[in-house]
């Protein structure tokens, strides 16, 4: 039965905002709407508290979703009416991140896509279409692999849209090591404690030894990004790369730096991305402004490294490497970050130009202590950073991983 109001909408609205809710990204079905239409009419629509915690406690299921249920309540109830016009405030955000000074971002991207009115969302029919224009198929490339080599800089919108949806889907195949501790196997080592206590329990009687070997596990991955302004219009995409790796696997830190060093790996944990990316807006101060590799290299160093880089881990470097300080002090940062880390993967987007020199000073600083020097332009280069990772774990220790295992 559907609740009764004055002008008998309530119900509609509902229905409406329920589809808004699925068009973010929420599981919600015909069941639930419902279910939500019962709740209303029980606790009734005297108290807006009372009404919103109807709606959530049917339509929200897992904690990643209530903030968005939350921003979607918020904008929707006030007028429902409105929307299309609301709109056209919200158009702004649906570029990505854009900080403003003084301003929060109230809306993720997702939500401000919801909230388009269905006519917007449907494809066009046949008499609104714009003529077809017959080519020849022979002649042409597929769409999918001009994205892949196409540079994120150069991307339109739809592109930059179709791009992050890739980007959320790449992992990395990170080998795994062996670790310290040792874990109950088949094969191995006799473990003659585990035998003994194993005889205990049986009064006695022989049993066959216990073994134990190294378990493996896949080594801590630690990505140090570069946001200044001459990085932005490639960071703000691999977030959403990093972003996705966060969430696949444990023991992933990531840091931005440009004139300060900032931990985002809290904000990275939250599933929803565009929760995720908003909460990173907000936290770092330095975005789009100058660089001081050295200078945040040797705060993470003394800050993090021992505690993050004491167990063989894997350093992404993302950086152009120039360097407002003109390297200063950035080659003894780079050869304590290189001996503190089993691999330093170096990744610059002006690795895209055939006739890249090395000529900036940071860059030459940096070059001789980094395992791989990568471009990170599209997103072939990022599938390639895979493949190169794959490699890096067959390879040998280098001499000052035994230095740091033996203590030598």
């Known amino acids: 039965m559907e609740p009764e109001t004055k002008t008998g909408r309530l119900a509609d609205n509902i229905v409406h905002f329920a589809r808004v809710l699925r068009r973010a990204g929420l599981p919600i079905g015909p069941a639930k709407i419902i279910d939500a239409l019962n709740a209303v009419q029980a606790v009734g629509v005297e108290r807006r508290d009372d009404f919103r915690y109807a709606l959530s406690a049917v339509f929200v299921n897992r904690r990643e979703h209530q ?14 009416r409105r929307v299309e016009q609301m709109l056209q405030d919200l158009m702004q955000l649906m570029g990505g991140l854009r900080r403003v000074e003084g301003e929060r971002p109230k809306l993720p991207e997702r939500l401000a896509r919801a909230l388009l009115p269905d006519a917007a969302l449907r494809p066009r029919s046949r008499e609104e279409a714009p003529p077809e224009i017959e080519t020849d198929a022979r002649l042409t490339v597929s769409t999918r692999e001009v994205l892949q080599r196409k540079d ?41 404690r585990g035998t003994l206590r194993q005889m205990t329990k049986q009064a006695g009687a022989v049993v066959p030894f216990r073994r134990r070997a190294p378990d493996t596990r896949h080594p801590t991955l630690v990505v140090l990004c570069d946001v200044s302004g ?24 990531t840091f931005l730096f440009g004139t300060r060093l900032t931990n985002i790996t809290r904000h990275l944990r939250h599933r929803d991305v565009d929760v995720a990316l908003a909460g990173v807006s907000n936290a770092v101060a330095d975005w ?33 490497g120039l360097d407002s300080d003109a390297g200063e002090g950035l080659r003894q940062e780079m050869e304590r970050l290189g ?42 280069s990022l599938t390639q950073l895979g493949a190169v990772l794959r490699s890096l774990g067959k390879q040998a220790p280098r001499a000052n991983d035994e230095h740091r295992r033996t203590g030598t």
């Open 67 to 80: 903030e968005m249920f939350d921003q979607a309540f918020q904008a929707f109830w006030r007028d429902p």
């Open 288 to 320: 789009a402004g100058g660089t001081r590799i050295g200078a945040c290299l040797k705060e993470f160093n003394q800050r993090w490294g021992r505690r993050l880089l004491g167990q063989g881990a894997v350093v992404l470097l993302i950086s152009d």
């Open 230 to 253: 001459s990085m932005e219009s490639y960071t703000r995409m691999l977030l959403h790369f990093i972003h996705a790796v966060t969430n696949d696997r444990d023991r992933v830190y």
């Open 152 to 192: 994120f800089a150069s991307m339109t919108s739809e592109e930059l849209e179709e791009a992050k949806a890739v980007l959320r889907k790449l992992r990395l195949p990170l080998p795994e090591l062996p670790a310290r501790r040792l874990q109950a196997k088949t094969r191995g080592r006799i473990d003659l």
């Open 339 to 380: 001996r503190s880390s089993r691999r330093v993967v170096w990744l610059n987007p002006l690795l895209r130009y055939d006739k890249f020199e090395a000529r900036p000073a940071g860059i030459r600083a940096m070059l001789p202590y980094v395992d791989a020097f990568l471009p990170v332009h599209n997103l072939a």
